[in-house]
């Protein structure tokens, strides 16, 4: 089964497609959405639902996994991340793909084993279940734990 991690976000979405086999953990592919800053938020929208769905075209996964929604300090930026999340499910939508949402202290727990887990904390476990994967930056990354985090908790 391929699981294509996501982890939205309106400046630069993170994505990750891992093979999972049983126990076994697999890397494929993963990589960055970036949008213009300058560009309209319709326009940003439309490109990231544009560019997950490539990625769903490419790689064909079976389900996607997603972080559930967290609300920020900042009104304004939550609606924002809102606003691209739901460009990119509808883009998973588009490609009758299933999508599963976990908490980000559940992703933690999962992949490094406490949900109190730091980004350096994930990145490091990253290096060691998927070896063979060059993690295209912090965005991928997240996504990548997010894929992880699906297939340890077997919700298919």
């Not at 494929?28 to 959405?33: K, L, R, T, Y």
């Not at 739901?86 to 009758?96: E, I, K, N, T």
Request: charged fraction near 15%; charge should be positive; aromatic fraction near 4%.
């Amino acid at each position: 089964m391929l699981v294509l991690g996501l982890d939205p976000s309106l400046t630069c979405t993170g994505w990750g497609v891992i093979r999972v086999d049983g126990p076994r953990l697999s890397h494929i592919a993963n990589g960055q959405i970036a949008t213009d800053n300058k560009a309209h938020l319709a326009a940003r929208l439309h490109h990231l639902h544009d560019a997950v769905y490539a990625v769903i075209g490419a790689y064909s996964p079976d389900v996607a996994a997603v972080e559930e929604v967290f609300v920020n300090k900042n009104p304004h930026s939550t609606l924002k991340l809102a606003q691209a999340r739901g460009s990119v499910l509808a883009a998973c939508g588009r490609g009758s793909i299933p999508v599963f949402e976990h908490a980000a202290t559940l992703v933690k727990k999962s992949v490094v084993g406490t949900g109190a887990a730091d980004k350096t904390q994930v990145q490091a476990m990253l290096r060691v279940l998927l070896p063979t994967a060059k993690v295209q930056g912090a965005d991928a990354a997240d996504a990548l734990a997010v894929a992880i985090a699906h297939a340890h908790l077997g919700k298919h």
